[in-house]
């Protein structure tokens, strides 16, 4: 499993980015994908989630209305869209998919991307 995550930089608030993550080595249209951010000094959090077959989606109370993830199965990759960022958006964003053993789930992530919001 491989996922390559681009799509970060730096950007005023009110701005937008766009993730994208490339991901390699297994079914991607099967498996659920989420994003997760990490603040220094502070734990990883969920973003947003999507199902395989993206019928469902899910979000941090923190970004909902402004962030939306999105799938295109057919290029194996995952989005998030980020509109009217904050300052406290600022972290290091990661992908990541998952699944269930008979007694733990099993994660993988990508390397991460840097969101810096700043004036």
């Known amino acids: 499993v491989q996922l390559v995550e681009s799509g970060g930089g730096l950007v005023q608030p009110g701005g937008s980015l766009r993730l994208s993550c490339a991901a390699s080595?297994?079914?991607?249209?099967?498996?659920?994908m989420n994003w997760y951010r990490q603040a220094p000094g502070k734990e990883r959090e969920l973003v947003a989630g999507?199902?395989?077959?993206?019928?469902?989606?899910n979000y941090a109370d923190s970004v909902k209305g402004r962030f939306t993830i999105s799938r295109d199965d057919a290029k194996n990759t995952v989005y998030l869209q980020m509109n009217n960022l904050k300052p406290e958006d600022t972290a290091r964003y990661y992908c990541?998919?998952?699944?269930?053993?008979?007694?733990?789930?099993?994660?993988?992530w990508g390397q991460g991307t840097q969101v810096t919001v700043s004036s």
């Open positions: 999507i199902t395989g077959g993206g019928g469902v989606t």
């Open positions: 990541n998919t998952y699944y269930w053993t008979d007694t733990s789930r099993r994660n993988y």
């Open positions: 080595g297994f079914t991607f249209s099967s498996y659920a």
